[in-house]
């Protein structure tokens, strides 16, 4: 198995919070990753709401449900049972000993209203991403913490030749993306992976039917990765009113689809007027929506450099959330055009521009 950068962050929650919410995309190894943390399959219990006889006990009878488990307990896909969380809460309002629920969910925690509101202050969250590229030679990156120390140590870094980069990026991070080597069953998977998220992950968070939208919407946001986000162009391009667009952009950065990236700007307040940039969050997905595989692309790389910022961005994001700098991540433009592709801030003020 490959060891995850985020396994150490996890195993330190779980000493002093009572919840620790592990949330990420679907197939970024969750699962597999829980199922290493001590006491998840020996003393306490390990519960999955993949499975549809769980499911259906912990929906008509959330109390229940939980006072029958065996704590500690690990919930697997938590997101699909929102009337748990209250539960939950008024257990951990009973006892505050740490360790005694880690949850796992598809869907970005801090934008599930019934989370954040029933679980404040009482849980930590950590987010896994799809593998980074340190994970996957076996090496925890630590270039954020480095470019935020004093000093700056000399380096020795691999060559990397074009081609092997370009095979990196269309094959992006998701573990059976990358255990797949031929093109044709990796964009199999990746077809399979994106109409799952859309069709039932999408459909349940939004608890309608009939999203007919959404692909071709997405699609049209792979096109623009890496570049600002005109909400105006592309409500009239993809026929949405600017309401139905901006909701339905909400429910693909709940599932991990997108990430936007706000602008820094000096004056803090500022910041939530600036337009921000939209981000596919895995560089396979975003090559499989384009049609775009690695021969293609290094013969005729019109796409590649929205692809290689995308592809950086992401790393990045994947590193801040081991490192200890814990910095945000923003981009940087002028009304003249003049841009910095990425800006971490540090809490203490620190800039560092990428």
């Known amino acids: 198995m ?14 002093d919070n009572p919840v620790v919410f592990l949330n990420g995309a679907r197939q970024t190894g969750k699962s597999t990753l829980v199922k290493t943390i001590p006491d998840a399959g020996d003393t306490g219990q390990y519960v999955t709401f993949d499975d549809v006889g769980m499911l259906a ?12 488990l065996r704590l500690p307990v690990v919930l697997d896909e938590v997101q699909r049972v929102p009337d748990l969380f209250l539960t939950i809460k008024a257990e951990v309002d009973r006892s505050r000993k740490a360790g005694r629920f880690l949850l796992t969910g598809s869907a970005n925690a801090l934008l599930l209203p019934h989370v954040a509101d029933s679980l404040a202050g009482r849980m930590e969250i950590v987010t896994l991403w799809p593998f980074s590229q340190g994970e996957l030679i076996g090496r925890k990156e630590d270039f954020i913490d480095v470019m935020f120390s004093s000093t700056f140590p000399a380096r020795a870094v691999p060559a990397l030749d074009r081609r092997s980069l370009i095979e990196r990026i269309v094959t992006g991070g998701y573990p059976e993306a990358v255990a797949r080597t031929d093109e044709t069953r990796r964009a199999a998977w990746f077809g399979s992976y994106v109409t799952t998220i859309l069709q039932r ?30 909400v105006a162009q592309l409500s009239n391009n993809a026929a949405l009113p600017q309401s139905t667009l901006k909701r339905y952009l909400t429910l693909l950065e709940t599932t991990y689809l997108i990430k936007f990236l706000p602008a820094w700007s000096g004056n803090v307040g500022k910041r939530l ?13 975003l090559g499989y929506l384009l049609g775009i595989n690695a021969s293609n692309l290094f ?13 950086i961005a992401m790393e990045i994001s994947k590193q801040i959330t081991w490192s200890a700098a814990q910095p945000t991540l923003y981009h940087f433009r002028t009304l003249r055009g003049q841009e910095v592709d990425l800006v971490l801030e540090h809490r203490s003020g620190k800039i560092l521009g990428i």
Do not use: W, Y
């Open 273 to 285: 007027m600036k337009t921000p940039k939209v981000l596919l969050c895995d560089t396979g997905v």
């Open 201 to 230: 992950d999408v459909r349940d968070l939004a608890r309608i039917e009939g999203l007919t939208a959404l692909p071709r919407l997405l699609t049209m946001l792979a096109a623009r990765s890496s570049t600002l986000l005109n």
């Open 299 to 311: 013969q005729q790389p019109t796409s590649l450099g929205s692809m290689l910022e995308t592809f």
């Open 2 to 15: 490959i060891k995850r950068n985020a396994e150490e962050i996890l195993r330190r929650a779980l000493t």
């Open 57 to 68: 006990g912990a929906k008509s009878d959330p109390v229940g449900f939980l006072h029958s």
